[in-house]
């Protein structure tokens, strides 16, 4: 073989092994955005079977206040329903109605004293206010993995082998401006 020919196959050789490269390294930034959704997930269920919990504490003090628990059920079955689809755009909606419920909740409980006082509250309400908290940092980390994988996606070389295999860009997980929002004291206690 001539020395020509040792240079094409050469070039050809380190073509190759940098788009093996460059694929392996999309397959690690996509399995690392399921994992970070995987994480999400987990402490979703968890408070999902802890809310019904918080409700019935509640039920036994907060008799007029049925509204409030109704809201906190129903934004409890969207997270969990757009959960089960794998639908982040959902799953952020929901979660600020969630959020949004449970802050109400919390916030309504303090006129019953003795809710605040029970022990199974106090529980519920530190695991859930614990669980909450870990869903942030893990929402963070779950984003953080998304932009990873989508900036990388676009960038060139790597476009080309993205799209050659159907590399896709990943949903943030974005929660909506009323969440955001202070909460209205005067309103949740009419």
Known sequence: MSIGGFITWGIIAVVVIYVIAIYNNLVTLKHA?????????????????????LVEVCKQYMKFEQETLEKVMLARSSVSAARERGDVGALGQAETQ????????????EAYPDLKANENFQHLQHRIS???????????????SVNVNNVRIEQFPDVIIARLFNFGPKQLLEFSEEEKKDVDIKALFG
Request: aromatic share 8%; charged share 30%; no cysteine.
């Open 33 to 53: 955005v399921a994992k970070a959704w995987s994480n999400i997930d987990v402490l979703l269920k968890q408070r999902h079977d802890e809310l019904p919990k």
């Open 98 to 109: 969630l959020r949004l419920g449970l802050g109400n909740l919390f916030a309504v409980a």
């Open 130 to 144: 614990g669980l909450e908290n870990a869903i942030a940092d893990r929402r963070e980390f779950y984003n953080e």
